[in-house]
């Protein structure tokens, strides 16, 4: 084993906004990523950063859909960062703009 995954989709829907009880159960079950998890993914970063040793790599996922959302998660530990959601809502030239911002 070379490193980790930081996280994944979860099943927890602790800590959603602006989203009613009873939508949620309308929803239904399921897997929740994005925006959803941002927060917990740079806390389970930190986490690993502070706990694992130097030779492990950590890939921040989960709420990295910005520029910005990529620099927290760098700043959080993170060697990499794993982008999903972010080509879909933003198109392939997000990776430029992450690129730019991590490098200036």
């Known amino acids: 084993m070379q ?11 602790e800590g959603l906004k602006n989203i009613s009880p009873k939508t949620l159960e309308h929803i239904g079950g399921g897997q929740v990523s994005g925006k959803g998890i941002g ?11 502070s706990h694992i040793g ?24 993170a060697d990499l960062v794993a ?6 809502y933003n198109g392939p030239g ?7 911002r991590l490098i200036h």
Request: net charge positive; hydrophobic share 40%.
């Open 3 to 13: 490193g980790f995954i930081a996280t994944g989709p979860t099943a927890s829907r």
């Open 39 to 49: 927060s917990r993914s740079r806390n389970v970063v930190r986490y690993l950063h």
């Open 54 to 77: 130097k030779d492990m790599i950590i890939i921040g996922a989960g709420n990295v859909m910005t520029p910005e959302d990529a620099e927290e998660m760098i700043g959080a530990g």
């Open 83 to 88: 982008i999903y959601s972010a080509f879909i």
């Open 94 to 100: 997000i990776v430029k703009k992450m690129n730019r």
